[in-house]
């Protein structure tokens, strides 16, 4: 971070650099009030804009969050640190845990707004689990919700043909999740391939999110695969930047 006398910084940044280093130091925390416009304005000599700027900065980075009429506060989620190698372990999905199990410690976890259908194959999604022609696929729409918050998209494409009579058909997929379910139908996942990206979201994105204006979208595109190296399902993942660290923990 540069210094506070270096004046080739904006006066707003400069600001907002401050108030950051005030919550880090615990001055201010989790769900207490930042100073307002009036009292940036009045405490730095700035013009109402530059202090409404300093405020969106921490807004848009995720570590405030706006309440109508009551001000800017601390935000009180905590981030999700999720264990990108540590979740997918088979010792996870296949002693019947979730993979969400490594990431939310004995923290609350809801699922919601599942779908399953049986749909045509996007052009992207056949080419990657090698479908025939007219081949369908089904899909898995679903929001993770932690502590209240909602943090996740999730959308997962599987052979209709290798899941029909499944549980995977199923809302509920029972202890394990779908890779379990895909073990026992002589499918089992033993290796996994993650393409990460970056973008802003699209406006139904940001509203099932309950995202904060400014604030990107983490891309994940997981895809699993046999033994045999045939791929079996695609879960393209939506994550709110501001609720996630990604880690990666792995030996040389």
Known sequence: MA??????????????DTLREAIRSGEY?????????NDLMAAHGVARMTARQALSVLRDEGVAEARKGAGV?????RPLRRRGIQRLAQQQWGNGRSIWSTDIENRSLDVDQVTVSEEAAPDSIAAVLDLADEETVCVRRRRFVLDGKPVLLATSYLPASLVAGSAITQEDTGPGGMYARLAELGYKPVHFREEVRSRMPSQDEATQLGMSAGTPVILVCRTAFTAEGRPVEINEMTLDAASYILEYDFDA
């Open 3 to 16: 210094n506070a006398g270096d004046d080739r910084r904006p006066k707003y940044q400069r600001i907002a």
């Open 29 to 37: 925390g989790p769900g207490d009030r930042l100073p307002g416009e």
């Open 73 to 77: 506060f601390v935000r009180e989620f």
